[in-house]
Every structure is written in C-alpha cells, then in structure tokens.
C-alpha cells in the first residue's frame, strides 16, 4: 500500500448510553448484544455527530460498526448517512463476552478478582479476556488495511464500537505496553478518540485516554498523542 492512500482520519466512538449503564441487572434478563440506546444515549450520540461531520470536512467515510444494538443505533443517531460512502457490521468490534445471561452478584465478585488478577489477562467464566479482544481486534486491523488498498477509498474511517475495544484497538495500533493499557480508563459514552495522520504518514491520537491508576508513561507511549 502506498503511504498516500492512508485515510486521513481513523475516529472510534463509543456507543450512547445504553439501559445497561443505568441498570447492570438487565444483563439477567436480556442479551448484552440486544441492550438498546436511552433516550439520552441518542441525545449523546446525535450531539457526537455533529463533532464528527465538522472532523470530516463533509467528505466521505468508511465505517465499522460493531453488530450490537447499542452501536447500531450510536451510528443511526450520528446523522452522518449522507456522508457514508461504505458501512460494514464488524463483529469482531463486539463489545468483550462476559457471559451470556449474568449473574448480577456473580459478575461483580468477577470484576473484584479481575481488579486484582489484572483486566487484560483476566477472562470471566463463559466469556472473554481483554487479551482474547487483543487477538480479535488484531485480526480486524489486517482487514481495515487490506481496504485501504482498494480503489477510492475514503480518506475517513469511522469505527462505532465499545470502550474497552476502543482502549485495546489504540494499544494494539501503538504497541502499548500490557502494564500501560492496565491504567488506562473507558471513554464516557459517545465519547471520541481521533488517529490523525501527519506529515510523516503515521498518526497520533488527538488527546490520551484517561487513567485510572497512577503511571508515567514511557516516551514511546507519550508520543502516541498530540
């Protein structure tokens, strides 16, 4: 591939807020791929796409949106249809499998041990690791290159997905370090990050992801930003 036909702009979304984010017990009765948007989650959403189409210039993009019902209407309520010139349903953009229908108390006794085990090596039972998502989003990035090869491509590429995809597609994009992506917290809900190609064709993020944990990043990983 010629450094040329790199998109100028890679941006990843997180989905509005879900019934989920006000009521984890909803995972006891419906499937977290069904989970759908609040009112104010499309609000959220439809807000974020007026920040995207001005990034965009109005010109056209690709977009990857993860299958699940929440991402699905995140990309609805952006209000970009005109723009979108080629839309895939990714589903290795997925949202981590935790389990199929959760134990409320089960997953929370889940989440402590995975506190103290670490989020990316720790796999819930019946689910995935942060690692098994590593892997995953990995196998999507030679997808997403392979397209850029093709003729026309946009110069855009809009990914719709979840936090913790998100935080792991730019660790697996930058090469961060395991102990690094541990202190690393979810965007909020529509929230951005934006790889801006530079001068030099490779790209930085337009701001850092927040931490959780204190840690000082190593030069390498600063330089992932503007």
Sequence with gaps: MHLSQRPLRIALIRHGESEANLD??????VPDHAIPLTEHGREQSAEAGKG??????????RVYVSPYKRALQTLDALGLDDL??????????REQDWANFQDT?????????RDHFGHFFYRFTMGES?????????SFLETMHRDFETPDSPRNVLLVSHGL????????????SVQFFET?????????????????????????????TEYE???RERSAWL
């Design 52 to 61: 995207l189409r001005a990034l965009f210039e109005n010109a056209p993009l």
């Design 24 to 29: 984890k017990s909803i995972f006891e009765r």
């Design 130 to 138: 942060g690692a098994d998502v590593y892997d995953r989003v990995s």
């Design 105 to 113: 108390k089960d997953i929370e006794a889940q989440k402590a041990l």
């Design 184 to 212: 690393l917290r979810n965007p909020d809900n529509a929230e951005t990050r934006v790889l801006l190609r530079q001068p030099d064709y490779r790209y930085k993020l337009d701001r850092p992801f927040e931490h959780w």
């Design 84 to 93: 979108i010139s080629q839309v895939r349903e990714e589903p290795r953009l």
């Design 165 to 176: 995809t998100m935080r792991l597609f730019c660790m697996r994009w930058f090469h961060w």
């Design 217 to 219: 990043p190593t030069q």
